[in-house]
T-cell receptor, first 114, second 112 residues
C-alpha cells in the first residue's frame, strides 16, 4: 500500500510566524511532489511542486524535499490569517498502468491566529 | 492553461433518485480525468479515472458509475442514490505531457 502521511493538526501559529508542514511517503520511486491548499468548502489548489532534493522558494512558501529520508515539507513565512486552510501533500507513484493519479495525504489543518 | 468546469455546484437529492454530475475541461487534449469524493472533514477518495474516450477504471466498488463520451467530458452517475453518497465531488485532470494534477471547483451533493 503506497502511503502519504501527514499530521492532521490543527497546527496553530501566531500571525507573522513560520508555519512548518510535514509529509512522509512510502514509495522510494516517487519523483514528483506537490503541495495543495484547500480552504473550507473549496477545491484543492496547487501551491507548489518540487522534483529535486533541496529547497524551492516561491514568495512566502518554501518546499523542501529529502528523497533519502522520504520527507517533504512546506514552510510558510510571515503566516497570515488568510493562510488558514488544510494543506494536502501529494506524491506521484510510478506505475505502468497509465493511471498517473497522485496519492494524497489526509491533510494538515493550519490555523493562523491574529 | 487548462480549465475545469463542474455542474451543478450544489445538489440536494432524495435517497433512491438518479444522479448525473458533469465535468468538462478546456485548454488541453487527451488528459487523464479523475473523479474524487471528499466526505465532510475527510481526505480525498479516488473513485474513477479515465485515460481516454470510453476508457473507465474504478478504484473502489460502489453505487456510482462514470463515463467519458468525449475527450473533454467526464460524467459521474448513479441509478439510485444512497445516504452515503453525500459528499464533495471533485473532477481533476492531468495533462498528457505533465504530472501536475488540477481540480475543478467541485459539486457538493447532499442526499436526504
Amino acid at each position: 500500500q503506497k502511503e502519504v502521511e501527514q499530521n492532521s493538526g490543527p497546527l496553530s501559529v501566531p500571525e507573522g510566524a513560520i508555519a512548518s508542514l510535514n509529509c512522509t511517503y512510502s514509495d522510494r520511486g516517487s519523483q514528483s511532489f506537490f503541495w495543495y491548499r484547500q480552504y473550507s468548502g473549496k477545491s484543492p489548489e496547487l501551491i507548489m511542486s518540487i522534483y529535486s532534493n533541496g529547497d524551492k522558494e516561491d514568495g512566502r512558501f518554501t518546499a523542501q524535499l529529502n528523497k533519502a529520508s522520504q520527507y517533504v515539507s512546506l514552510l510558510i513565512r510571515d503566516s497570515q490569517p488568510s493562510d488558514s486552510a488544510t494543506y494536502l501533500c501529494a506524491v506521484n507513484i510510478p506505475e505502468d498502468t497509465g493511471r498517473r493519479a497522485l496519492t494524497f495525504g489526509s491533510g494538515t489543518r493550519l490555523q493562523v491566529q491574529p | 492553461s487548462q480549465t475545469i468546469h463542474q455542474w451543478p455546484a450544489t445538489l440536494v437529492q432524495p435517497v433512491g433518485s438518479p444522479l448525473s454530475l458533469e465535468c468538462t475541461v478546456e485548454g488541453t487534449s487527451n488528459p487523464n480525468l479523475y473523479w474524487y469524493r471528499q466526505a465532510a472533514g475527510r481526505g480525498l477518495q479516488l473513485l474513477f479515472y479515465s485515460v481516454g474516450i470510453g476508457q473507465i477504471s474504478s478504484e473502489v466498488p460502489q453505487n456510482l458509475s462514470a463515463s467519458r463520451p468525449q475527450d473533454r467530458q467526464f460524467i459521474l452517475s448513479s441509478k439510485k442514490l444512497l445516504l452515503s453518497d453525500s459528499g464533495f465531488y471533485l473532477c481533476a485532470l492531468i495533462s498528457w505531457n505533465q504530472e501536475t494534477q488540477y481540480f475543478g471547483p467541485g459539486t457538493r451533493l447532499l442526499v436526504l
